[in-house]
Protein backbone atom coordinates (compact mmCIF):
# COMPACT_ATOMS: atom_id res chain seq x y z
CA UNK A 1 0.00 0.00 0.00
CA UNK A 2 1.19 3.62 -0.92
CA UNK A 3 -0.33 6.62 0.87
CA UNK A 4 1.44 9.80 1.03
CA UNK A 5 2.41 11.51 4.69
CA UNK A 6 0.11 14.46 3.72
CA UNK A 7 -2.89 12.00 2.69
CA UNK A 8 -1.87 10.15 6.09
CA UNK A 9 -2.55 13.05 8.25
CA UNK A 10 -5.55 14.10 6.01
CA UNK A 11 -6.94 10.98 6.73
CA UNK A 12 -6.31 10.70 10.54
CA UNK A 13 -9.05 11.92 13.57
CA UNK A 14 -8.59 12.87 16.67
CA UNK A 15 -10.24 11.09 19.74
CA UNK A 16 -10.20 12.10 23.21
CA UNK A 17 -10.73 10.10 26.51
CA UNK A 18 -14.29 10.71 27.76
CA UNK A 19 -12.01 11.21 31.05
CA UNK A 20 -10.36 13.85 29.83
CA UNK A 21 -13.96 15.64 28.37
CA UNK A 22 -15.90 18.91 30.11
CA UNK A 23 -18.50 17.45 31.91
CA UNK A 24 -21.25 18.86 29.60
CA UNK A 25 -20.68 17.93 25.13
CA UNK A 26 -22.93 17.76 22.73
CA UNK A 27 -22.44 15.05 19.92
CA UNK A 28 -23.96 12.58 17.15
CA UNK A 29 -24.03 9.05 18.15
CA UNK A 30 -22.12 6.98 15.39
CA UNK A 31 -21.30 3.63 16.30
CA UNK A 32 -22.22 1.06 19.31
CA UNK A 33 -20.78 -1.85 19.65
CA UNK A 34 -21.08 -4.49 22.49
CA UNK A 35 -17.43 -5.13 23.80
CA UNK A 36 -15.79 -7.11 26.76
CA UNK A 37 -12.84 -7.09 28.55
CA UNK A 38 -11.17 -9.01 31.25
CA UNK A 39 -11.01 -6.79 34.45
CA UNK A 40 -9.54 -8.50 37.57
CA UNK A 41 -9.87 -12.09 35.86
CA UNK A 42 -13.25 -11.99 35.19
CA UNK A 43 -14.56 -10.98 31.62
CA UNK A 44 -17.05 -8.19 31.59
CA UNK A 45 -19.01 -6.48 28.80
CA UNK A 46 -19.61 -2.57 28.49
CA UNK A 47 -21.63 -1.01 25.61
CA UNK A 48 -18.66 1.17 23.66
CA UNK A 49 -20.70 4.47 21.97
CA UNK A 50 -18.74 6.46 19.58
CA UNK A 51 -19.62 9.99 19.59
CA UNK A 52 -18.69 12.76 17.53
CA UNK A 53 -18.63 16.15 19.33
CA UNK A 54 -20.12 19.18 17.95
CA UNK A 55 -19.53 21.16 21.21
CA UNK A 56 -18.20 22.59 22.75
CA UNK A 57 -16.38 24.56 19.63
CA UNK A 58 -12.72 23.41 20.51
CA UNK A 59 -13.53 19.99 20.24
CA UNK A 60 -15.89 20.34 16.95
CA UNK A 61 -15.34 16.90 15.04
CA UNK A 62 -13.46 15.04 17.88
CA UNK A 63 -14.78 11.78 18.28
CA UNK A 64 -14.87 10.03 21.78
CA UNK A 65 -16.34 6.80 23.12
CA UNK A 66 -17.94 6.45 25.78
CA UNK A 67 -18.44 3.56 27.64
CA UNK A 68 -21.27 1.99 29.69
CA UNK A 69 -20.74 -1.09 32.05
CA UNK A 70 -23.90 -3.29 32.64
CA UNK A 71 -24.19 -1.91 36.18
CA UNK A 72 -25.57 1.81 34.11
CA UNK A 73 -27.38 -0.65 31.71
CA UNK A 74 -30.85 -0.33 33.19
CA UNK A 75 -30.68 3.50 33.37
CA UNK A 76 -29.74 3.92 30.20
CA UNK A 77 -32.05 1.92 28.88
CA UNK A 78 -34.70 3.56 30.76
CA UNK A 79 -34.15 6.89 29.64
CA UNK A 80 -33.99 6.17 25.93
CA UNK A 81 -37.57 4.53 26.34
CA UNK A 82 -38.42 7.83 27.89
CA UNK A 83 -37.79 9.47 24.59
CA UNK A 84 -39.72 6.76 22.34
CA UNK A 85 -36.77 4.15 21.23
CA UNK A 86 -37.20 0.97 21.05
CA UNK A 87 -33.65 -0.62 20.09
CA UNK A 88 -30.10 0.64 21.43
CA UNK A 89 -29.12 1.32 17.35
CA UNK A 90 -32.13 3.41 16.49
CA UNK A 91 -29.82 6.40 18.20
CA UNK A 92 -27.00 6.25 15.73
CA UNK A 93 -27.58 9.54 13.73
CA UNK A 94 -29.11 11.29 16.69
CA UNK A 95 -27.38 14.50 18.55
CA UNK A 96 -27.82 14.31 22.19
CA UNK A 97 -26.60 16.66 25.15
CA UNK A 98 -24.09 14.47 27.16
CA UNK A 99 -23.79 15.09 30.68
CA UNK A 100 -21.22 13.33 33.42
CA UNK A 101 -22.98 12.16 36.07
CA UNK A 102 -22.98 9.25 38.82
CA UNK A 103 -25.44 6.59 36.85
CA UNK A 104 -26.03 3.31 38.75
CA UNK A 105 -23.33 1.90 40.74
CA UNK A 106 -20.20 2.83 38.92
CA UNK A 107 -16.87 4.29 40.45
CA UNK A 108 -16.60 7.23 38.09
CA UNK A 109 -19.81 9.55 36.38
CA UNK A 110 -20.34 8.39 32.80
CA UNK A 111 -21.59 11.34 30.48
CA UNK A 112 -25.06 9.99 30.24
CA UNK A 113 -27.63 11.42 27.47
CA UNK A 114 -30.34 13.88 29.18
CA UNK A 115 -31.75 15.28 26.34
CA UNK A 116 -32.02 15.32 22.40
CA UNK A 117 -30.83 18.14 20.23
CA UNK A 118 -31.56 16.09 16.69
CA UNK A 119 -32.72 13.55 14.79
CA UNK A 120 -30.76 12.07 11.66
CA UNK A 121 -31.15 14.08 8.77
CA UNK A 122 -32.73 11.72 5.98
Same mark, same amino acid.
Given at each position: ?31 ? /? @? =? !? ?5 ? %? ?6 ? &????? *? ?21 ? /? @? =? !? ?5 ? %? ?6 ? &????? *? ?20
Amino acid at each position: MSISLDELEEKGIEVRLASDLPDRIVGTVENI /Q @L =K !SKVVMGK %EREYLAVS &VRITS *PEELKGTLTVIGYPKSTWKALAK /Q @L =K !SWGFKNL %EDIIGYRF &VFERK *PVGRVRYPRHFPVDIQAKPKK
